[in-house]
């Protein structure tokens, strides 16, 4: 590489390497890490809360998932191996990539199979649906101290080729449903013949109808492509295979061009290498995803906390209802069992009656008795003779009608019982005492990034 290559080449490094220092990304991961334990927390969480409430919630990713795709030899797996700074991937020209393997950071360097690999990222367990795709899931978990890869989870996907080439599964129906849950979608361009492959032509439109802000498009290896004018004639080739594509021919069409910086490779180039692009755009998609995790988690706790309070709102008027209910049913039985006693009295047991009362409540029970039932005995006294077995039938037949009365209208609505009740109330607290307070803080965890300290205290 001659004087001023090596100095952009030196440039490019040292400029990649402020951005990593620089980065705000080990604050950010910590943020996403947190707000994740605030959805499965012990007995808690936001998410075993909103499941009592009927409320199904989803924790927020750690991580961001950043899937690559593009034809064999693109330059994919490079990327990730210069990304994390360390070797993970194997490289070269041969077809090396023949499954979806996951990069992420961990405590130290492991491989997962498929199996290992669904049970450590639960949500692709859709991808199980895939005839002979689990075979070809693979998990290569990297303790690389690049910050830049704290919040960053790689999908290498198998590179694509035309002709006759085999995959034992549908390589593109799972290409389809990882770009539905990628926060960014990179789409390496090899410009050493392999660039229009017509395969990843079609799966790049296919994604592009539905994932079109995530897309991102590249010229991986820009360096080798030959003089400007043959890089150029690379991408105009490029450009115009895609824009024959309808929905890739939209306005603001970008392609940046890219190459692995490594100064032991003397290759004189006046090539403009764009890989740190690459790095904002995964900044900035972190960015976002704290944001919407912070946001999402507030949004969240507001639900569970109207949730309990229309659920105790509720119950409050159960009770008031099952109150007024249980008075109803209450002055109901007492009047059916209270009409005997106009017979007891025809009958002239009422001293009987008055001195079991007298003995078990007192004499002052017993005056009160006497002087609501006088009236009753003399009017009593005054009916003819032969009246009296139809008055003794009309009130058996009245008491039993007040009875039944007591009975229907003693049925209650269901209610919560009192340790349900008083869970919900410590969760409400919980949320509002812990959580709310934590999110709080973490917002100003990630403002303090990037504003004035006066600014927050506004």
């Not at 705000?24 to 959805?39: D, F, M, Q, V, W």
């Not at 064999?72 to 020209?93: E, L, M, P």
């Not at 639960?122 to 910050?147: C, M, Q, R, V």
């Not at 009593?380 to 058996?396: A, M, N, Q, R, S």
């Amino acid at each position: 590489m001659v004087n001023g290559d090596k100095q952009s080449g030196k440039v490019i490094n040292e400029s990649t390497s402020s951005s990593a220092s620089s980065s705000n990304t080990p604050a950010n991961a910590n943020i996403l890490k947190e707000c994740h334990s605030l959805y499965v927390e012990g007995d808690y969480g936001l998410i075993k809360t909103g499941r009592l409430l009927g409320l199904s919630l989803l924790a927020p990713r750690r991580k961001i998932m950043v899937m690559l795709i593009g034809n064999h030899s693109a330059g994919k797996s490079s990327f990730i191996n210069w990304y994390v700074g360390d070797r993970i991937q194997k490289t070269g020209v041969a077809i090396e990539t023949q499954g979806f393997t996951f990069i992420t950071n961990g405590k130290k360097r492991e491989s997962l199979t498929g199996k290992a690999t669904l049970h450590l990222h639960p949500h692709f367990k859709a991808l199980e649906n895939i005839k002979g795709l689990s075979d070809y899931l693979s998990t290569e978990i990297s303790p690389s101290l690049a910050n830049r890869f704290n919040c960053v989870t790689f999908i290498d996907t198998p590179g694509l080729v035309d002709g006759d080439m085999y995959y034992p599964y549908d390589v593109d129906k799972a290409i389809q449903w990882l770009g539905g849950i990628a926060d960014l979608i990179f789409v390496f361009f090899d410009p050493i013949g392999q660039a229009l492959c017509r395969r990843t032509l079609d799966v790049v439109q296919k994604l592009n109808a539905v994932n079109t802000e995530k897309i991102k498009l590249y010229l991986s290896k820009a360096d080798e492509a030959g003089e400007e004018s043959d890089r150029q004639k690379v991408m105009m080739q490029i450009v115009q295979e895609l824009c024959k594509r309808p929905g890739l021919n939209k306005t603001g069409f970008q392609m940046a061009t890219i190459y692995i910086p490594d100064s032991r490779i003397m290759r004189p180039t006046n090539c403009i290498n764009q890989i740190d692009d690459i790095h904002e755009q995964i900044e900035k998609t972190i960015n976002y995803t704290v944001q919407h995790s912070l946001n999402t988690l507030e949004k969240d706790c507001d639900r569970i906390i109207n949730l309990i309070d229309k659920k105790i709102a509720d119950d409050d008027e159960k009770k008031s209802k099952n109150l007024h209910a249980r008075i109803k049913s209450s002055a109901f039985l007492l009047i059916s069992l209270f009409l005997p006693f106009l017979i007891i009295l025809r009958e002239g047991k009422s001293l009987t009656l008055f001195s079991s009362i007298k003995q078990l409540t007192g004499e002052s029970v017993v005056l009160l008795l006497e002087n609501i039932l006088q009236p009753i005995g003399d009017l009593w006294k005054t009916l003819p003779h032969e009246y009296h077995f139809y008055v003794h039938i009309g009130i058996i037949l009245t008491s039993l009608i007040f009875l039944g009365m007591g009975l229907y209208t003693a049925k209650f609505v269901p209610s919560l019982d009192r340790k349900t009740r008083n869970d919900l109330i410590k969760r409400k607290e919980y949320i509002l005492s812990r959580i709310k307070p934590r999110r709080y803080t973490l917002y100003k965890e990630y403002l303090a990034q990037s504003v004035n300290d006066e600014d927050l205290l506004g």
